[in-house]
């Protein structure tokens, strides 16, 4: 079960997310500049079908959203010199109102998580005691730091002593040759990985180490990745912001979901790499099933199901107190080690109604013996209902896996196709178009059979249940024609196009159903969501 | 490093051939009835960029001389000690291997409880990882 870090990449339809031009981190500016993550797939068919919605017009209004589905979420994405920008802003901004140099109030923000209002509150009420605790001390703005020769100093790290010795020191007062200092600051930058936190060298010294002393310290060379790095701790800190876990993207992703909205909705969003995953976990998308229950169903396969198949293909129970037996040689006559059950393996009823004929079971309609395979029947129903869905949650991942296969032939398919009948680049789109499709949707039919073992029976569930067949009905007819050959691809055309809009109908219907029920806690689930 | 010409009561050096590894034996001096008698050995690690970084202390067991793993909470039978200290959080390049050595001791001196850590058994059974790479929890202000 590792397939959680298969990244599908989505080449088509940038156009959707040709970003706008004002993008920027602003808390106060979410609503405007949120733009809707209308699924790229959507359009396809959105356009073909009888306007129903306003995608189709070119309307005067520019500032028209799509229409945005029900299991869709407002999110943005921004690059590394964005984020970097916005944490510059919010610095001056708070900076200016501390009456704090730039290099403390950063400090102060990484200290607080980013967290301006409860900042800037706790400075006005307790200055002395905020500067403190966020490792700055009184007069951070008086004596900028600098490096001195000390007479008589002797270094507590390597003991070295001397008059021409270069020694620094933060406000703290614990004093290192320059150095120890430096060969500190590379370690916790290069080797841990700190930067908005690294605390001076000193023991139990809670100072932090400032960007004006780091500067004074470190190379250029270092100073690159110290910036990285407190980016990427700005990020961590900003409950609003989480990067894309995709292999070398550098982009943030802003959604406003919180954490406590997880059991109502799945926040799945759409990296400008083409990467989608679920912004409340970071896992691939994982629509319909909510997090909570991905996370429950990931741990279950991972623990149970190669044991489950095992234990249902070569075990029973013990009749009285359902232990596990494997029967491993010797005769019918079992007797349960654990509560001392004498029973028959071949009808599972008691030895004793065997009377001595040993070995041969013939007492196969016993009232006793026929109880007790009812008994085992259910309790083997609940194993058999997981490996239900399990098989079928596999089945689909290994086929989103062969389906990729062939995304990356259909390259050289579309090649062919243009060389054998003269078709032009954008005449064999549809392949592509299509592939993408069919991944998508068994990425989501893959989770609705986790979705569905939690689910209780009810009317929603058969509902849930006929779109999902017909989901997979769409999907297998689209897969199928992939195998057709190069040949008869061309006459396939209009059909492929056809389906690939069918499947993309049907994945929305899916979802817009179970996001809808989600939002407004229709589902019964037999386990609770947390 | 530091050498020093006198160690503290109740710390022996045992071996400090190169740079790489030394053991030293400790004693709980103060008279603790939990450890009363017994010596135990530790053994340090030093990488190539201690003293920034920490070095990595653990318990070592044998019978000749007998030298058991200590009792306390916080201590697997392993070896492994779950102390700030030790930990990258918790180190500063200030610290020696005396002062590791006095700060065990009064570890074990200030411990009144003859157990394990919960889930010793577990972790000594499962644990793969090198002390410095397991994140600890440090959640015991008192010791």
Known sequence: ?530 | MQLHDKLPPGIVLVKADDFQTWLLDIQVVDGNPLYAGETYRLKFMFSQSYPIEAPEVVFVQSTDPPRPIPYHPHIYSNGIICLDLLDRQGWSPVHNVESVCVSLQSMLTSNTKKERPPGDENFVRFNTQRPRDINFVFHDERV
């Open chain 1, 1 to 530: 079960m590792d397939s959680e870090d298969d990244f599908n990449s989505s080449q088509m339809s940038e156009d959707d997310f040709a970003q706008d031009s004002d993008v920027e981190i602003d808390e106060g500016k979410d609503a405007e500049s949120a733009r809707s993550s209308s699924c790229d797939a959507s359009d396809t068919w959105t356009v073909d079908s009888d306007f129903d919605d306003d995608v189709g017009f070119e309307s005067q209004d520019k500032d028209i959203k799509p229409n945005k589905h029900a299991y869709e979420v407002d999110f943005n994405v921004f690059e590394p010199s964005q984020i970097q920008a916005s944490q510059h802003k919010q610095i001056a901004e708070v900076s200016s109102i501390l009456v704090q140099p730039p290099e403390a109030t950063a400090i102060l923000l990484r200290h607080m998580r980013w967290n301006k209002e409860r900042l800037i509150d706790q400075y006005m009420e307790k200055p002395e005691e905020t500067l403190e605790s966020a490792g700055l001390g009184q007069d951070a703005a008086t004596n900028p730091p600098k490096i001195t020769k000390i007479q008589g100093f002797c270094c507590d790290i390597c003991c070295e002593d001397g008059p021409e010795l270069d020694t620094f020191a933060m406000r703290c007062g614990h004093r290192f040759c320059v150095d120890c200092y430096r060969q500190y600051l590379y370690t916790k930058i290069k080797d841990e990985g700190e930067a908005a936190r690294i605390r001076c060298p000193g023991d139990k010294c809670n100072r932090v180490v400032d960007s004006k002393s780091l500067d004074l310290l470190v190379g250029d060379d270092l100073h690159d990745r110290y910036q990285e790095l407190l980016t990427r701790t700005y990020v961590d800190d900003k409950e609003k912001l989480r990067w894309c876990p995709a292999p070398n993207c550098v982009y943030a992703v802003e959604c406003a979901v919180k954490d406590r909205e997880l059991p109502r909705v799945v926040p799945t969003v759409h990296c400008d790499c083409g990467h989608y995953f679920c912004f409340g976990c970071s896992l691939n998308d994982h629509q319909p099933a909510p997090c909570s229950l991905v996370k429950r169903w990931l741990k279950k396969c991972e623990d149970d199901s190669e044991t489950a198949n095992w234990i249902s293909a070569n075990t029973k129970e013990c009749p009285k107190c359902h232990s596990t037996i494997e029967k491993n040689g010797g005769c019918n006559h079992m007797t349960c080690r654990k509560c001392r059950n004498e029973f028959c393996w071949m009808c599972m009823g008691l030895w004793s109604e065997h009377g001595t004929s040993w070995y041969n079971c013939n007492r196969f309609e016993e009232k006793s013996g026929s109880e007790a395979r009812d008994a085992q029947a259910k309790s083997r129903q609940s194993l058999e209902r997981y490996l239900h869905y399990y098989n079928r949650y596999a089945n689909h991942e290994q086929s989103a896996k062969l389906d990729k296969d062939i995304y990356l032939k259909t390259e050289k398919k579309m090649q062919q196709l243009q060389s054998s009948t003269g078709m032009s680049w954008i005449e064999v789109q549809y392949l592509d178009t299509a592939s993408h499709a069919l991944q998508q949707c068994r990425q989501t039919l893959k989770w609705t059979y986790a979705f569905a073992y939690y689910l209780a029976r009810n009317n929603l569930t058969e509902i849930f249940e006929d779109n999902q067949k017909d989901l997979e009905m769409a999907v297998e007819n689209l897969s199928e024609m992939f195998e057709k050959p190069i040949d008869q691809l061309q006459g396939l055309k209009v059909d492929m196009m056809d389906k690939t809009a069918y499947c993309n109908k049907r994945r929305i219907i899916l979802l817009n159903d179970t996001a809808e029920n989600l939002k407004q806690g229709n589902w019964e689930f037999n386990v609770a969501l947390s």
